[in-house]
């Protein structure tokens, strides 16, 4: 049953964020918006750690957890260097490059954890040597690279644009564009994953993974679309900021999921550098 709570936690975050923001009015709408993101922030960021901490140290999964995690953080710092209170100490160009470091370096953790999540199984040992099986975890990959194009598509054109013209800083932009589209392509293999645990307390954290994924795809096609159509309404941003809350309370869910779950903490590779290891004692693919 906790489990599930786990599920209808992020829906019920957004919602509440969303009315809040309804009910603030144009006056405190920023404000409502700007706490949304950073309380997201910070519950991806708790996900993550209490799930690393679940594994010894030195585990393929400690790594993963910690790197998804590590992003949240240096997008929060960014966040805080960006603060008037700190903004102000500061001439432009050392905010700027503040802030763009933490952007670039949060981009890179968030891919380099996602894809070590997303070979969690092959690691382990336990991938499903099935012809269909493997199949449908290329075909999904294909699919994912497609769908991650079309959305990042224009705003990378965009932004690589603005580089050839002379913006420096549009290489920030170009980082995170990159970023989204390698982290939206990865979201098909943690979902293959998620399908090869189906039955069993290992499909909770990778379900819920999954679902965060598939949210930050909503987000980045709700922004594009903003963009790309010139659209301003209040309420069309509040909608695209309740996904992002969305996506950042399913890794939330998705970390304590894997931090409390008995079955959840058996998949292991206590080596940093083995290739090949089975699980831990008892556990079955789909225990």
């Known amino acids: 049953m906790r489990f599930r709570s786990f599920a209808l936690f992020p829906a019920g975050f957004a919602v509440l964020f969303a009315v809040a923001a309804l009910a603030a009015g144009e006056g405190g709408l920023a404000s409502v918006l700007a706490t949304e993101n950073e309380v997201g922030k910070a519950l991806a960021l708790v996900g993550c750690f209490a799930a690393a901490l679940a594994f010894e140290e030195g585990d393929y999964l400690r790594r993963a957890w910690f790197y998804s995690g590590l992003c949240y953080l240096v997008l929060i710092l960014g966040d805080v260097v960006g603060m008037r209170l700190l903004a102000t100490h500061l001439s432009v160009h050392q905010v700027d490059l503040a802030v763009g470091s933490c952007a670039v370096l949060g981009n890179a953790t968030s891919v380099l954890g996602t894809w070590m999540l997303a070979r969690a199984w092959t690691v382990a040992g336990l991938e ?13 990959f294909a699919a994912a690279i497609v769908v991650s194009l079309a959305i990042t598509g224009w705003p990378l054109v965009h932004d690589a644009g603005e580089l050839l013209a002379g913006d420096l800083g549009a290489s920030v932009n170009i980082a995170s564009d990159l970023g989204d589209t390698i982290c939206l392509a990865l979201v098909a293999l943690v979902m293959h994953t ?7 307390m290992l499909r909770w954290p990778w379900g819920l993974l999954t ?12 922004s594009g679309g903003v963009e790309l159509l010139h659209v301003e309404q209040a309420r069309w941003l509040i909608m695209t900021e309740a996904i992002r809350g969305l996506a950042c309370a399913f890794m939330f869910s998705a ?14 590779c206590h080596r940093p550098f083995v290739r090949r290891c089975g699980p831990g004692p008892g556990a079955t693919p789909h225990s």
Do not use: N
């Open 128 to 140: 499903d040597d099935d012809v269909a099986s493997r199949t449908r975890g290329r075909l999904l």
């Open 194 to 200: 998620a399908l090869a645990m189906r039955g069993g």
């Open 211 to 222: 679902s965060s994924g598939i949210a930050w795809i909503a987000y980045d096609a709700a």
């Open 255 to 268: 970390g304590i999921a894997q931090r409390i779950g008995p079955a959840a903490r058996r998949l292991k």
